[in-house]
């Protein structure tokens, strides 16, 4: 019988080094550095923060795939295993490639239901308004590594839609920057805190 993976292991090491990246960016701030130089270090610890986002949905499907395997063997007519076994199941959701890569929520929702089905589908479980956030990370990430006119466009885009931003500032400026919404993930915290506290929940209840 394979392995059963960890699913608890698995959230327990994202939500370390989400706690990791921003236990650096405040420490950052609280040691006088210069403003300049903190934006800049809130930029790169967004990246990092998709990072593991990325490696954690990669994972967590992985973990969907070997624990409830009914729906992908049927689907791909695979016989004498009743458990999908860890690598096969990474090879599946990496689709032979040598990465996990999706380009929003609704991606990987969509690749999801593709490999473990809509029933067991962990990501269908995550809040439409947490979708959003986890994209504005994405389209931050794509600005930041890319800088091209569609990663520009996304990035104004996302801002707009779900911070109701219609001149987009760069992107240290905006994530340094103190969100007080009333529907903030992290009132009164800067707008990299509310989408870490949104990637947080998003490893902890997925």
């Known amino acids: 019988m394979p392995r059963t ?8 090491r994202a939500l370390h080094s989400v706690q990791k990246t921003m236990a650096r960016y405040e420490n950052a701030g609280t040691a006088k550095l210069h403003y300049l130089l903190v934006r800049w270090i809130a930029q790169m610890s967004a ?69 473990a089905g809509k029933a067991g589908n962990p990501f269908r479980a995550i809040p439409k308004q947490d979708q959003h ?23 104004r885009r996302e801002l707009r839609g779900v911070y109701g931003i219609t001149a987009a500032p760069e992107p240290n400026e905006f994530l340094h920057a103190i969100d007080n919404r009333k529907l903030s993930p992290a009132r009164k915290r ?10 947080e929940r ?3 209840t997925t």
């Open 133 to 155: 956030y986890l994209d504005v990370l994405s389209a931050i990430r794509n600005r930041v590594v890319h800088g091209s006119d569609a990663a520009v466009a996304a990035y």
């Open 5 to 12: 993976v960890d699913l608890n292991r698995i959230r327990h």
């Open 47 to 115: 990246v990092e923060l998709h990072v593991i986002w990325e490696r954690f949905a990669e994972d967590r499907l992985v973990a969907a795939l070997n624990h409830d395997s009914s729906y992908f063997l049927e689907t791909h007519q695979v016989l004498g295993i009743t458990r999908v076994p860890n690598g096969l199941a990474r090879f599946a959701v990496r689709g032979g490639d040598r990465y996990f890569d999706f380009r929003s929520c609704s991606d990987l929702i969509y690749r999801a239901d593709k490999l």
């Open 202 to 204: 998003t490893i902890a």
């Open 190 to 199: 800067s707008r990299l805190h509310g989408l870490a506290a949104v990637l």
